[in-house]
Structure formats: C-alpha cells, structure tokens
C-alpha cells in the first residue's frame, strides 16, 4: 500500500475538498487524461485490489433523473469509478477503494475539479454497464467529476442544511483514549486532524483511533454499520498517510481483524 505521487497539493487537498453535488462544465480534455494517467498509477499500485475508471460519457445516465433527496446531482458529464476485486478479504478490499480511491479524489481536487463520493444515490446498473464490471468485481462506489460554481448552488445548500462549514466530531470524540493524546507527537496530531476532516458515508465519521505514541503507531477501526462498509476506514487511512508523509514520516499499514495500524517506518 502506497501513497501514489505524494505533493503537497494532495496534503493541502484534504483542508479544501469538499463533496460538490452541481456541475456547469466537463473537466477539460487535458485534466480528464492527466486523471486517467493517475488512476492507472493507482491501479498499479493497488496490485490488482482495486480498479479505477475514468468515463466522460453516459455520465448523466448514470446521476440524472435521481428523485433521491441525499443525491440531487445535476450537471454531471464524466465521473469515476472505483471497483473492487472481491476474491478473497471483502472488507480489505472495500477498505483499499476507500484508500486508492480518496488519492484519486485529492487529485481530482487538485487540479480544480469538484467531485463527491457517491455510494448510494446514482443508477448503480447503468455505471457498472458502462465501466464494464465483470464477475469477482463490485462497484464500490462512483464519484462525479467536472467544473463545479465557486458558490454552492440553493439545491447544494439543501442537501448540506445550509452551512457549508464542514460538520465534524471533535478529536476527542474520535479517539477511544483521549488521554493518549498528550503524549503523541506532532506527525500523529496531524495524522490525526486529517483524518478528522476526510469525508464519509452520511458523514458518520465511523473511525475510532487507538494511539501508541511510544512505539509510534496508531490503530483505526471502523465503527458500527462501517464495519462491515470499511471504505470509509480506507478514506481515513488515506488521510492518515498523506499528513504523516507531509510531516516527513514514512510508515507501513498492518491490519488484525479489521483493525489496520500505521507504524512509523
Ligand atoms: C463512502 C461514501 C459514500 C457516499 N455516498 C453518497 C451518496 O450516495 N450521495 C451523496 O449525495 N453523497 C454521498 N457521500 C458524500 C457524504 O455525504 C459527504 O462526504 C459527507 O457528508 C461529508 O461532507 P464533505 O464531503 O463535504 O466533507 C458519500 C461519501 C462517502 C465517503
């Protein structure tokens, strides 16, 4: 597991990203293709677990015509996919679309483009069609791309309630020892507000942290329904990793039942 083109546009990515639900204009053709060269980075470095596309047509197929009141797209003209390869450790490998999939969104982010994480509100059928989906995969979840307004549209203020300000637990809530905190160092604090910021299904925010700052290492869970659902864990595990390199810590993930640890190289 990697970190695919570390900069420091995909650290400064995770402050600014935020799900974008109305579209005015396709990513021009030059930023679609610089996409999918990094997607196929990606794919590469996932060792075949996870299977990243990038389709610009059939895109309003795919997010149109929703009556679903969470999604309400409009706009959409290309989009990506991230499909996992479900042989073998499911979870593991909804939890590795989560982590390959958010660098792709942080690129995405990157270059100006507005996306969102879309696991539920989109016509699951007509994306698998067109992404070409074939037995040992799933569909993990497909994410818009395009221009997005600088201001959130009223139909994007409705689905937000209003306030976009960016709505998360406090650390403390996240951590199932608040008191380790003390004693963490300041690449894991960072590590850890990252992880804070990283989008989620519903915004649950189902990650419970466990600090060993001493042997510098942290474990993250998901957490009720997210159990069985880990790409949220893998979002956070993105975030995790890109602060930790930004910070200058290099490290490796391990994981026991669910439970995945990153241990400072
Ligand atoms: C795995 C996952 C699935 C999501 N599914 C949907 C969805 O089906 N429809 C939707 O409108 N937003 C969806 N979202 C977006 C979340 O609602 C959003 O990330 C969360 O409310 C936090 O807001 P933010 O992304 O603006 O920080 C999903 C996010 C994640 C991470």
Redesign the pocket.
């Known amino acids: 597991m990697r970190i695919v083109g570390m900069d420091p546009q995909l650290y400064a990515s995770m402050e600014s990203?935020?799900?974008r639900?109305t579209y005015t204009a396709p990513p021009e053709c030059a930023r679609l293709e610089e996409l999918q060269r990094y997607s196929e980075e990606l794919n590469t470095a996932a060792d075949g677990a996870v299977r990243i596309g990038v389709w610009a047509e059939g895109a309003d197929e795919v997010f149109g015509g929703l009556t679903n009141s969470?999604?309400?797209?409009s706009g959409v003209q290309a989009f990506a996919a991230f499909i996992g390869r479900m042989e073998g450790d499911e979870r593991k490998a909804k939890a590795l679309c989560?982590y390959y999939g958010e660098q792709f969104v942080l690129k995405a982010n990157a270059r100006g483009l507005g996306t969102?994480?879309?696991?539920?509100?989109?016509d699951k059928g007509m994306a698998k069609k067109i992404a070409g989906v074939e037995e040992g995969e799933k569909l993990v979840?497909v994410v818009p791309l395009g221009i997005v307004p600088d201001s959130f549209s009223l139909r994007e203020k409705v689905?937000?309630g209003f306030s976009t300000a960016?709505r998360r637990k406090p650390l403390e809530q996240l951590l199932r020892n608040p008191e380790e905190l003390a004693a963490a160092p300041d690449w894991m604090r960072s590590a850890l507000e990252a992880a804070r910021?990283a989008?989620?299904?519903?915004?649950l925010q189902p990650w419970r942290f466990t600090l060993a700052p001493t042997e510098q290492a942290l474990t993250v869970q998901a957490e009720g329904r997210a159990e069985k659902e880990p790409?949220?864990l893998g979002?956070a595990m993105a975030h995790v990793e890109i602060a930790a390199l930004q910070a200058g810590v290099q490290g490796e993930w391990s994981e026991e039942a669910g439970a995945w640890t990153f241990r400072r190289a």
């Open positions: 990203r935020i799900s639900r969470y999604g309400m797209f989560g969102c994480w879309v696991a539920g509100t989109f979840c689905v937000k960016r910021i989008p989620s299904a519903v915004n790409v949220d979002i």
